[in-house]
């Protein structure tokens, strides 16, 4: 069974750019959540994808917007980057919504300078 | 909206001894997720809880969710160096997704 995967790992971008990050999900699972991580932090909620459908989203400007394909796995996008868009950015798959269990990939580090 | 507080924030002990992390809800919690995670990587999930009083043990590790299911604790048993890192706490916002609210982590130490 493979495990989230996410790429790049690391990324460094400059300010005002544009950035596409993506998340491979777990065999099986249909739903993927991203997460951003600012240092020294816990991870906040993005948004949710199930399906292919937008399921949810957390407190982020319009800026931040994503995909999901029809192999379940995910991209996010991110537009005109500002420096404190600096974070680890997380995916996390799970069988469906609901009261899952949520597997995390190993991040992407984004650096904007 | 739910927040988590986490406690301590940080924690140094001895090689072999036990500890316990504190989770605080402001609201009920619908399910509760405990993750481990190494500095600037991925966080291991190590596990749910959902109804009131429900206990879990993984090894060494037991986290118990409270009656009124608003507050969470992970206790380590003779604590060794590869438990170091920061232990996550995260809650679901309510009863239909799955979506997390996490608490501010507690990085833990330990001492051979």
């Known amino acids: 069974e493979t495990g989230v995967t996410q790429s790049p790992t690391h990324l460094i971008k400059t300010r005002g750019q544009q950035v596409t990050l993506r998340c491979s999900s777990q065999?099986?699972?249909?739903?993927v959540s991203w997460y951003q991580q600012a240092l020294g932090q816990g991870p906040q909620f993005i948004f949710q994808?199930?399906?292919?459908?937008?399921?949810g989203r957390g407190n982020f400007p319009p800026r931040f917007s994503g995909l999901q394909f029809p192999n379940y796995s995910s991209e996010l996008n991110v537009n005109a980057l500002e420096l404190d868009d600096s974070a680890l950015y997380l995916c996390?798959?799970?069988?469906?919504?609901?009261?899952?269990?949520?597997?995390f990939g190993p991040g992407t580090r984004l650096t904007v300078t | 909206s739910q927040e988590l507080e986490q406690s301590p924030q940080s924690l140094i002990v001895q090689e072999g001894k036990n500890l316990t992390i504190n989770c605080t809800s402001s609201k009920t919690l619908y399910g509760l997720y405990w993750y481990k995670q190494k500095y600037g990587e991925g966080l291991i999930f190590l596990m749910m809880l959902q109804k009131g009083g429900e206990e879990k043990s993984h090894e060494k590790i037991t986290a118990k969710l409270d009656e009124k299911k608003q507050q969470s604790s992970l206790h380590i048993t003779a604590s060794q160096p590869s438990h170091a890192g920061i232990y996550l706490c995260g809650a679901r916002n309510n009863n239909a997704g799955n979506m997390l609210t996490f608490g501010g982590g507690t990085r833990l130490m330990v001492k051979p």
């Open positions: 065999s099986g699972h249909n739903t």
């Open positions: 996390a798959s799970s069988p469906s919504g609901g009261a899952y269990e949520q597997y």
């Open positions: 994808y199930y399906r292919e459908e937008e399921n």
